[in-house]
């Protein structure tokens, strides 16, 4: 039963242009909500976060938004950039005294120049 | 400079032999976790720790085994047990469990059958 799910395997954006990787969830327990972008053969690293109190946050040419009712979150990167090519997880997490995430399978995206 | 620490980065495993996977943290995190990725999934939980000396399974925990005997340690054994064991392990750590910190990840260990 996979509870988050990136539909989308591949995305292949114009460098300069928006790079929107989308992640719907199943459990309505989830209330954080996290991206994380990843190298091959390296772990991967933590870009933003977003809690379920909150339906948009912002760091730099990261914006996460958060859509309760659809059980939908996006990631908008703006303006994209080479470096920005890398693999994207969503990751959720219930508020149950732990931090258990549970991941999507990942977005590979590719920034065209 | 903080960080978490996997080795080794490459380990082979003969058939029916224990190999012990290494996590070192100086971030001084309370938490610590395994994560297994295999091609075209995502992460998946085998064992979680939030506190030292105390640990718990994650979603596929059947062959592995861990300890945490100290904060800055979590080390993985993959059994014999573990039928499929070729895969990337990855380690994290976040601050402490409930937090709604990130977490934050090694480079992983690349697991592969002799």
């Known amino acids: 039963d996979q509870q988050v799910k990136q539909n989308s395997p591949s995305l292949s954006v114009q460098e300069g242009r928006i790079s929107i990787l989308n992640c719907d969830y199943t459990n309505s327990m989830f209330d954080y909500f996290l991206w994380y972008k990843k190298y091959p053969a390296e772990g991967p690293t933590f870009l933003i976060s977003?809690?379920?109190?909150?339906d948009k946050n912002e760091d730099g040419r990261f914006t996460v938004f958060l859509n309760k009712s659809a059980k939908h979150l996006s990631l908008h990167i703006v303006p994209s950039q080479p470096g920005d090519s890398a693999v994207y997880f969503c990751a959720a997490s219930e508020f149950r005294g732990n931090e258990k995430l549970t991941f999507g399978t990942g977005t590979r995206l590719t920034i065209i120049p | 400079d903080g960080g978490i620490t996997q080795s080794p980065k490459y380990l082979f495993r003969k058939e029916g032999q224990n190999v012990t996977l290494s996590c070192e943290q100086n971030?001084?995190?309370?938490?610590m976790y395994w994560y297994r990725q295999d091609p075209g999934q995502g992460l998946r939980l085998i064992y979680y720790s939030q506190i030292v000396n105390d640990f718990q399974k994650g979603d596929i925990a059947e062959g592995y085994s861990v300890s945490r005997e100290k904060k800055e340690s979590f080390p993985l054994t993959v059994t014999s047990a573990q039928k499929n064991p070729t895969a990337f392990y990855l380690c994290a750590s976040s601050i402490r469990g409930g937090s709604n910190q990130p977490q934050h990840f090694g480079d992983g260990t690349r697991l592969s059958i002799l």
């Open positions: 977003i809690s379920s109190i909150k």
């Open positions: 971030l001084n995190h309370d938490a």
